[in-house]
């Protein structure tokens, strides 16, 4: 009677097991949020500039300026070491040409130093993608992108929400050259290896949280930049959340680091903390010249009307952090191993 009342306890346990990790599954294949349906169908890479095919040499470990492990020779390594001195390394900026018959977009209408400054759609601009975890910070960082270049970015997602909000290139389409930032979170857009890729990345700890109550704010006009009650994360739908996206941040970074020759990645964190010096080291990836004047007004400016609540909240279980920590070990390997800057030692605090 022991071994049978045990034997069904094992199975019961085991059977509960299989429904859980079904479904994640479920979970992680359907993508039931719009952020991870695009309108459009991906059509192909374009080819690229014959400067942005920069330096395909051998690749060995080297330590730069700012003491980060980069790849010796990559593009990598030009944009991190000596960013700041980019002519004297032989760089060539390019010509950015802005439409300036195209509607345009006013940044700092209150500010009399800043009010003149606009941003428009390019013409003839080469593809550069930014990829990202969803909600690790791509909407803050197109606005300062834009506020430094004065150039439009786009998404594959055309979020109507977002053009309500001002980024007027959401409307753009990502094959059109009148955007100097297409996002996605998605790799299977970024059909060409060789395409230009800005890799943000974000602590999953807080990424998850963000796009937990992005889903479940959906449709409201502060979707973007408010949160939930602490409560609505105390829920099974948030835990099973929390394994599949756990596995998409991890799968993301593995495949960008295998996959794309021309990559440079961009830790949240270190935009939050030093704002200026990274806008500064993206400009030079983008081989665009630093406006000056552009660059003061964008650090009177630096939050935008688009950067997120603070969520400050714990809801993992010890479980939970385990996997997360095990996903930020894992994937700051594969980024070392490829040779590239590990993720931050504040990642590990889960």
């Given at each position: 009677m022991l071994f049978n009342q045990h034997g069904s306890s094992?199975?019961?346990?085991?059977?509960?097991?299989?429904v859980t990790v079904g479904a994640v599954m479920m979970i992680y294949?359907?993508?039931?949020?719009?952020?991870?349906?695009?309108?459009?169908?991906?059509?192909?890479?374009?080819?690229v500039n014959e400067e942005m095919?920069?330096?395909?040499?051998?690749?060995?470990?080297?330590?730069?300026?700012?003491?980060?492990?980069?790849?010796?020779?990559?593009?990598?390594?030009?944009?991190?070491?000596?960013?700041?001195?980019?002519?004297?390394?032989?760089?060539?900026?390019?010509?950015?040409?802005?439409?300036?018959?195209?509607?345009?977009?006013?940044?700092?209408?209150?500010?009399?130093?800043?009010?003149?400054?606009?941003?428009?759609?390019g013409q003839g601009i080469t593809k550069t993608w930014l990829l990202s975890f969803p909600r690790s910070g791509n909407t803050w960082t197109r606005y300062l992108i834009e506020a430094a270049t004065g150039v439009s970015t786009t998404s594959v997602y055309h979020d109507k929400l977002l053009v309500r909000l001002g980024f007027q290139g959401e409307r753009e389409d990502i094959d059109t050259g009148t955007t100097l930032l297409q996002k996605t979170h998605d790799t299977r857009w970024i059909r060409n290896p060789t395409d230009p890729v800005i890799l943000l990345v974000r602590d999953p700890s807080r990424a998850i949280i963000s796009?937990?109550?992005?889903?479940?704010?959906?449709?409201?006009?502060?979707?973007?930049?408010?949160?939930?009650?602490?409560?609505?994360?105390?829920?099974?739908?948030?835990?099973?959340?929390?394994?599949?996206r756990t596995l998409e941040w991890s799968r993301m970074i593995s495949k960008a680091v295998e996959k794309y020759e021309n990559l440079t990645t961009l830790y949240y964190e270190d935009l939050v903390r030093n704002p200026l010096k990274e806008v500064r080291r993206l400009l030079h990836f983008l081989r665009v010249k630093p406006d000056e004047e552009r660059l003061e007004c964008v650090a009177r400016h630096l939050e935008g009307p688009f950067k997120g609540a603070k969520k400050i909240l714990d809801p993992y279980s010890v479980f939970e952090k385990k996997i997360l920590k095990s996903a930020v070990v894992s994937s700051s390997q594969s980024l070392e191993r490829s040779g590239y800057t590990p993720l931050p030692v504040m990642f590990y605090g889960v």
């Amino acid at each position: 009677m022991l071994f049978n009342q045990h034997g069904s306890s094992v199975g019961y346990r085991v059977g509960l097991m299989c429904v859980t990790v079904g479904a994640v599954m479920m979970i992680y294949r359907s993508h039931i949020t719009t952020y991870m349906r695009p309108t459009t169908l991906a059509t192909g890479g374009i080819a690229v500039n014959e400067e942005m095919g920069m330096m395909g040499i051998q690749l060995s470990q080297t330590q730069s300026t700012d003491g980060r492990n980069t790849k010796s020779g990559s593009v990598e390594a030009a944009n991190i070491a000596n960013y700041q001195d980019a002519e004297a390394n032989g760089v060539q900026y390019r010509n950015l040409n802005i439409n300036m018959t195209a509607p345009s977009r006013q940044l700092w209408p209150n500010d009399t130093q800043c009010d003149r400054l606009t941003v428009r759609p390019g013409q003839g601009i080469t593809k550069t993608w930014l990829l990202s975890f969803p909600r690790s910070g791509n909407t803050w960082t197109r606005y300062l992108i834009e506020a430094a270049t004065g150039v439009s970015t786009t998404s594959v997602y055309h979020d109507k929400l977002l053009v309500r909000l001002g980024f007027q290139g959401e409307r753009e389409d990502i094959d059109t050259g009148t955007t100097l930032l297409q996002k996605t979170h998605d790799t299977r857009w970024i059909r060409n290896p060789t395409d230009p890729v800005i890799l943000l990345v974000r602590d999953p700890s807080r990424a998850i949280i963000s796009f937990w109550s992005w889903t479940q704010l959906n449709g409201r006009p502060d979707q973007y930049n408010t949160s939930i009650p602490a409560e609505r994360y105390k829920t099974p739908g948030f835990h099973l959340f929390v394994w599949a996206r756990t596995l998409e941040w991890s799968r993301m970074i593995s495949k960008a680091v295998e996959k794309y020759e021309n990559l440079t990645t961009l830790y949240y964190e270190d935009l939050v903390r030093n704002p200026l010096k990274e806008v500064r080291r993206l400009l030079h990836f983008l081989r665009v010249k630093p406006d000056e004047e552009r660059l003061e007004c964008v650090a009177r400016h630096l939050e935008g009307p688009f950067k997120g609540a603070k969520k400050i909240l714990d809801p993992y279980s010890v479980f939970e952090k385990k996997i997360l920590k095990s996903a930020v070990v894992s994937s700051s390997q594969s980024l070392e191993r490829s040779g590239y800057t590990p993720l931050p030692v504040m990642f590990y605090g889960v």
